[in-house]
């Protein structure tokens, strides 16, 4: 790869070309079973499950799968939350050259149906909990057999034996039939011995979802190839750090594309122990914190900002903690600051999507930290910023535009939908929506989204911007900022707020520290306090809701 502005940051002995081992996820991990037999693959709840026996597990469900008539190619739906059998149910499907197709649980019938049909799923590997929910749509889809999969299959004791009786609400006792199948009985009716690894490099692998906030939810298809090179991206990023040595916290759900690359794919790839969360709360995390000793967290703003908020956390054993992985908005200076004078670890921002399987660019491993920035582009990606008007015009460093994104992590396109994927994939760049920029040290800042930008009298508003400031406020725990209809100014800008416990505060207040940091037209014109801003799955604000909201608000409006 060509020398690059941002090549000059990157840490001693970080390449900015890799040779690619031609090794799947799913040959990646029978490779980890060599290497690390007796070393925790997965910690779920105290329950360790080591890489011997998680590769005996694939081997296993492989089996079933195939048993019941699954051939390369097919695509196989996977709803589940963050227990073992999903990264069994992937890995397992990765092995038999299968597509595996990722849900959402928190999904309600009408999302799930029309993912299940979009994406041709034969088959569904779900929570016995949400069988009834899945047979009721199951006619108007493609999917010929469920598989339940319960909790506490891997609860460690006595918890196991008791889940059943105190947490009846959760527990739904399933008996098997020619249409549902559980994994448990599955598991132990097949030979553990080797199958023969169908996964090919060049071929589909998963099938993951966009989110839908800004039109149709579209199925990213990601290669064999797509997740290898990634993963092998993220490991050359940190020279320093061994395979087989470190324990991370599953804070994102599998299904999300960061749970999906940077907690399986990648611990799988290292060798390194998965300490499983069910649900990345913050009284949960400290428990985990406390009894696993993580060397690395990853998570979103919301779970840094709600883990500082915890008086335990401050008084946690942080030796082990190396670092901190900062993904889906951009974090405060004082939160960065504040994390590392209590923990002495280091906060590495990321950047990336489901269309470019997660990573794109991060903070260098033991190098310069600008808070606002997302670090710099891994090996072997290229970026440029182009006019948001027209893709062709590339503009001058500094300059805000869109990013343009070329790379050997880029997925292969949107499925069944070539039109969608025309518009986004050109000569190899894929055009992100997002706007960013560059400084002199190549590092890049994630101005805004190209269609949350705000126009109000002629001006560019970025929302992220006024976020930040808004975030700034001593009282404020969270802020999102959104374009509203505005017959004068074509738009205006609305603040949304969610202030610190026990804390109070005005219009006034708010509007008074916008003006002293901002320039008058980006100043909030409206201003609303609210308990609980609306996330994602892996707790990303939502702006596009909040946005909706406002719109059925003024239609409402106009129609009474």
């Given at each position: 790869m060509e020398e690059r502005i941002w090549h000059k940051s990157y840490a001693?002995?970080?390449?900015?070309?890799?040779?690619?081992?031609?090794?799947?996820?799913?040959?990646?991990?029978?490779r980890s079973a060599g290497d690390f037999p007796n070393h925790t693959a997965l910690n779920y709840m105290g329950k360790k499950i080591t890489y011997r026996d998680l590769n005996e597990l694939v081997n296993r469900y492989a089996r079933a799968?195939?048993?019941?008539?699954?051939?390369?190619?097919?695509?196989?739906?996977?709803?589940?939350?963050?227990?073992?059998?999903?990264?069994?149910?992937?890995?397992?499907?990765?092995?038999?050259?299968?597509?595996?197709?990722?849900?959402?649980?928190?999904?309600?019938?009408?999302?799930l149906e029309y993912q299940l049909k979009d994406s041709d799923s034969k088959m569904m590997i779900t929570l016995t909990l949400l069988i009834p929910r899945i047979q009721k749509i199951k006619p108007n889809t493609q999917i010929d057999k469920i598989i339940g999969c319960h909790i506490n299959t891997y609860l460690p004791f006595p918890i196991k034996q008791l889940f059943p009786i105190v947490k009846k609400d959760m527990y739904r006792k399933v008996e098997p039939t020619e249409e549902v199948k559980v994994f448990g009985d599955l598991i132990g009716n097949f030979s553990p011995d080797p199958v023969d690894d169908a996964s090919q490099w060049d071929e589909l692998a998963a099938l993951l979802y966009t989110g839908g906030t800004t039109g149709v939810s579209k199925g990213v298809m990601l290669s064999h190839a797509n997740l290898s090179c990634d993963v092998q991206q993220f490991a050359a990023w940190f020279p320093d750090i061994k395979p087989g040595e470190e324990r991370l916290m599953g804070n994102f759900p599998v299904f999300h594309i960061a749970g999906f690359a940077a907690i399986q794919n990648f611990i799988t790839w290292q060798g390194w122990e998965n300490i499983m969360v069910p649900r990345p709360e913050p009284k949960i995390n400290i428990e985990l914190i406390k009894k696993h000793k993580p060397t690395f967290l990853p998570g979103v703003p919301t779970i840094f900002v709600g883990l500082l908020a915890e008086p335990d956390f401050r008084k946690l054993d942080f030796s082990a903690m190396k670092g901190f992985f900062s993904g889906a908005a951009p974090l405060a200076a004082d939160t960065i600051k504040t994390l590392k004078d209590i923990t002495g670890a280091t906060m590495c921002e990321v950047y990336g999507s489901t269309e470019t399987t997660a990573m794109v660019s991060i903070t260098p491993w033991g190098g310069q930290?600008?808070?606002?920035?997302?670090?710099?582009?891994?090996?072997?990606?290229?970026?440029?910023?182009?006019?948001v008007d027209d893709p062709d015009q590339e503009l001058e460093l500094g300059e805000p535009g869109e990013i343009a994104i070329k790379g050997p992590q880029i997925m292969m396109g949107y499925y069944k939908k070539p039109e969608e994927t025309a518009a986004a994939l050109k000569d190899g760049w894929f055009f992100t929506g997002d706007i960013g920029k560059f400084d002199e040290d190549g590092y890049l800042t994630i101005v805004d989204r190209k269609k949350d930008m705000i126009i109000a009298g002629g001006y560019n508003i970025y929302p992220v911007e006024l976020d930040d400031v808004l975030m700034s406020h001593p009282k404020v725990l969270e802020a999102c900022t959104i374009g509203i209809p505005d017959d004068y100014r074509g738009e205006t800008v609305k603040a949304f707020i969610v202030t610190k416990s026990g804390e109070e505060l005005t219009d006034e207040d708010v509007v008074s520290h916008c003006k002293d940091n901002l320039a008058a037209y980006k100043v909030p014109k409206i201003i609303e306090f609210i308990d609980e801003l609306p996330k994602s799955a892996v707790g990303k604000i939502l702006r596009r809701k909040l946005k909706d909201m406002e719109m059925d608000k003024l239609d409402k409006h106009k129609a009474g």
């Amino acid at each position: 790869m060509e020398e690059r502005i941002w090549h000059k940051s990157y840490a001693p002995g970080v390449k900015r070309a890799l040779d690619y081992e031609k090794l799947t996820i799913s040959q990646a991990l029978t490779r980890s079973a060599g290497d690390f037999p007796n070393h925790t693959a997965l910690n779920y709840m105290g329950k360790k499950i080591t890489y011997r026996d998680l590769n005996e597990l694939v081997n296993r469900y492989a089996r079933a799968l195939l048993d019941m008539g699954v051939e390369p190619g097919d695509k196989i739906a996977v709803c589940l939350p963050n227990i073992p059998q999903v990264i069994i149910s992937n890995l397992a499907i990765f092995r038999i050259g299968a597509v595996a197709v990722q849900n959402n649980p928190l999904y309600t019938e009408r999302e799930l149906e029309y993912q299940l049909k979009d994406s041709d799923s034969k088959m569904m590997i779900t929570l016995t909990l949400l069988i009834p929910r899945i047979q009721k749509i199951k006619p108007n889809t493609q999917i010929d057999k469920i598989i339940g999969c319960h909790i506490n299959t891997y609860l460690p004791f006595p918890i196991k034996q008791l889940f059943p009786i105190v947490k009846k609400d959760m527990y739904r006792k399933v008996e098997p039939t020619e249409e549902v199948k559980v994994f448990g009985d599955l598991i132990g009716n097949f030979s553990p011995d080797p199958v023969d690894d169908a996964s090919q490099w060049d071929e589909l692998a998963a099938l993951l979802y966009t989110g839908g906030t800004t039109g149709v939810s579209k199925g990213v298809m990601l290669s064999h190839a797509n997740l290898s090179c990634d993963v092998q991206q993220f490991a050359a990023w940190f020279p320093d750090i061994k395979p087989g040595e470190e324990r991370l916290m599953g804070n994102f759900p599998v299904f999300h594309i960061a749970g999906f690359a940077a907690i399986q794919n990648f611990i799988t790839w290292q060798g390194w122990e998965n300490i499983m969360v069910p649900r990345p709360e913050p009284k949960i995390n400290i428990e985990l914190i406390k009894k696993h000793k993580p060397t690395f967290l990853p998570g979103v703003p919301t779970i840094f900002v709600g883990l500082l908020a915890e008086p335990d956390f401050r008084k946690l054993d942080f030796s082990a903690m190396k670092g901190f992985f900062s993904g889906a908005a951009p974090l405060a200076a004082d939160t960065i600051k504040t994390l590392k004078d209590i923990t002495g670890a280091t906060m590495c921002e990321v950047y990336g999507s489901t269309e470019t399987t997660a990573m794109v660019s991060i903070t260098p491993w033991g190098g310069q930290i600008k808070p606002g920035t997302v670090g710099v582009p891994v090996a072997d990606t290229d970026i440029k910023i182009v006019a948001v008007d027209d893709p062709d015009q590339e503009l001058e460093l500094g300059e805000p535009g869109e990013i343009a994104i070329k790379g050997p992590q880029i997925m292969m396109g949107y499925y069944k939908k070539p039109e969608e994927t025309a518009a986004a994939l050109k000569d190899g760049w894929f055009f992100t929506g997002d706007i960013g920029k560059f400084d002199e040290d190549g590092y890049l800042t994630i101005v805004d989204r190209k269609k949350d930008m705000i126009i109000a009298g002629g001006y560019n508003i970025y929302p992220v911007e006024l976020d930040d400031v808004l975030m700034s406020h001593p009282k404020v725990l969270e802020a999102c900022t959104i374009g509203i209809p505005d017959d004068y100014r074509g738009e205006t800008v609305k603040a949304f707020i969610v202030t610190k416990s026990g804390e109070e505060l005005t219009d006034e207040d708010v509007v008074s520290h916008c003006k002293d940091n901002l320039a008058a037209y980006k100043v909030p014109k409206i201003i609303e306090f609210i308990d609980e801003l609306p996330k994602s799955a892996v707790g990303k604000i939502l702006r596009r809701k909040l946005k909706d909201m406002e719109m059925d608000k003024l239609d409402k409006h106009k129609a009474g």
